[in-house]
């Protein structure tokens, strides 16, 4: 069980995580490291950033630091849904945005869900996954009329994989009088997110990533020559101390990669350098991680960019 700090109590575990059975963390960083790349943040992100990083460029060093064990955080306390839902709904966010920016969103979370449920039948992720597809059902007249209209612009806007289902078409899905009627997405996967954050590591593993779980990162600083990731030696809820940058990059700005290498008293030494990544890589500072965006092409980075990340 995960032990509370001073100043950060710890959660109860998630229904995902307290069913998942007996695991066994890996080790937590001791003494040091030299390696390419250094995420912070064992969750969905990290991981798959690992997993990515080696398989475009196998010869790179990559390692994971988390506080905690693997999906301890919001990784494994989601609703288990791979979804293509952006902002408010369809209607609305044609409203606030325009119809450009609904369908490039709608788009691009169509590749995320496909790429999603593409990497977990490739590679075999042992994750209870189903692609059951998605309905949103009105209970009364007026949603009849919101849902109708928010498919009707969708398939004007060019998508033809949604569709309006009657009352009588949705009853024999799902047997309840009061449906009236709904919408009908087949663009749904559902998974156990313990499971899947967990197969996640696996595969950074197996492809030559260390991950270090009980490890949190205390601070991220650079100077003109070098950086330093210092960590804790004991394990605390949430990293303390601050994450500084001597730039804070965000898509579609590009850095050069860096090479990490660690001296004695726990912290990182970052000298850096170009390394022969083929795809862009960023740096994405936030309250609680550090993580690394990989494998995307600049159009990619832009679209993120557009979407506010």
């Not at 001791?30 to 943040?41: C, H, K, R, S």
């Not at 791979?82 to 369809?90: I, K, R, S």
């Not at 967990?198 to 593993?205: D, G, H, M, S, T």
Request: proline share 6%.
């Amino acid at each position: 069980m995960p032990q509370p700090s001073n100043n950060h109590p710890s959660p109860p575990l998630s229904l995902w995580l307290d069913t998942y059975g007996s695991y066994t963390p890996e080790p937590p960083l001791q003494g040091g490291l030299t390696v390419d790349v250094a995420i912070v943040g064992g969750g969905f992100t990290g991981l798959a950033t690992a997993y990515e990083l080696k398989r475009a460029e196998p010869s790179l060093r990559v390692a994971v630091l988390e506080a905690q064990t693997t999906g301890y955080g919001a990784s494994g306390r989601n609703g288990s849904f791979g979804m293509t839902v952006v902002g408010l709904g369809f209607g609305t966010m044609a409203m606030l945005r325009g119809k450009q920016f609904v369908r490039d969103a709608h788009r691009y979370m169509m590749r995320a869900v496909d790429t999603l449920d593409e990497l977990i039948q490739r590679e075999g992720l042992d994750c209870d996954r189903i692609r059951p597809g998605f309905l949103r059902v009105a209970t009364t007249g007026g949603y009849v009329k919101r849902i109708r209209h928010d498919v009707k612009l969708m398939n004007n806007l060019g998508f033809d994989d949604i569709y309006w289902l009657d009352a009588n078409a949705v009853r024999a899905r799902v047997d309840s009088q009061r449906y009236l009627g709904a919408m009908w997405e087949p663009r749904l996967v559902l998974i156990n997110p313990a499971k899947l954050v967990r197969e996640e590591k696996r595969l950074a593993l197996k492809l030559g990533a260390q991950v270090y779980e009980n490890t949190p990162s205390a601070a991220l600083s650079r100077s003109r020559s070098t950086s330093r990731l210092r960590w804790e030696s004991s394990p605390h809820p949430l990293a303390a101390g601050a994450i500084a940058l001597r730039r804070r990059l965000r898509p579609p700005r590009l850095p050069a990669s860096g090479r990490l290498g660690v001296r004695a008293g726990n912290t990182i030494n970052v000298k850096r350098q170009t390394t022969n990544v083929k795809r862009q890589v960023s740096f994405v500072v936030s309250r609680f991680a550090t993580t690394i965006w990989a494998r995307l092409s600049a159009t990619e980075l832009r679209e993120l960019a557009s979407f506010g990340v």
